[in-house]
């Protein structure tokens, strides 16, 4: 039996000038080193692949849409040996990185680009940066996918001792961003429930809540 190295191809866009970025990432140079993938235009971010201490891979990938990293930490067997997998933008929903083989990659890239080209028409955006945020000021910054993992880590604490309640009772329970802040809604019902201190400041107050009734 001969052991191949694993490799893993990985995709995103790049946010400045919309470029596909492809990179090949290897278990061995992944153990070794942090991984980075990037545009060669000008003022491009980056895209780091590293391990952490507890075998979990972590990611910061550029948005297109954001114009900034979200992270995200996914296990090696998911990361090296699933089908394909998207890494979505937290924000808007769409998918911004692809890992998988390269023929899903490919596919992924086209479907992509033909959702981000019926967005644009919808937006009647002639440019990328037509549907980029400006240079954002204090007050429209979004809340940090640090306060989101934070809310659905408290959700699914108390999900699981049963303190999560909604009107039909039969629960199933997520997260997602609205206007105001980050909303955890039944997903049998669609009952809800605001989280509207979203800082990572202020977010503090609700780690005391011992549960939540969701209307
Ligand atoms: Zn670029
Ligand atoms: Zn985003
Ligand atoms: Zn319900």
Redesign the pocket.
């Known amino acids: 039996m001969i052991i191949e190295p694993k490799k893993r191809n990985i995709a995103y866009r790049c946010p400045e000038c919309g470029t596909s970025i492809i990179g090949l990432v290897g278990r061995f140079a992944l153990s070794a080193n942090l991984v980075r993938l990037k545009c060669s235009c000008e003022d491009a971010g980056a895209l780091d692949i590293n391990i952490t201490n507890d075998k979990k891979i972590r990611l910061s990938v550029p948005?297109?849409?954001?114009k900034?990293n979200?992270g995200y930490t996914v296990s090696e067997g998911i990361f090296f040996d699933s089908e394909k997998f998207l890494l979505n933008?937290?924000?808007?929903g769409?998918d911004?990185a692809f890992i998988g083989d390269e023929e899903d990659i490919k596919k992924e890239l086209k479907r992509t680009e033909e959702e981000i080209g019926r967005l644009m028409a919808s937006l009647e955006a002639e440019e990328l940066s037509d549907i980029q945020p400006e240079d954002m000021n204090e007050d429209e910054i979004l809340p940090e996918p640090a306060v989101y993992d934070t809310l659905r880590f408290l959700v699914k604490d108390l999900e699981e001792e049963g303190k999560v309640h909604c009107p039909c009772g039969k629960g199933g329970y997520d997260l997602r961003f609205t206007d105001r802040g980050i909303q955890v809604y039944c997903e049998s019902c669609g009952a809800s429930y605001e989280f509207t201190a979203v800082t990572p400041g202020a977010v503090e107050e609700y780690l005391y809540l011992d549960e939540i009734k969701l209307n």
């Open positions: 948005c297109l849409f954001c900034q979200h933008c937290p924000y808007t769409m911004i």
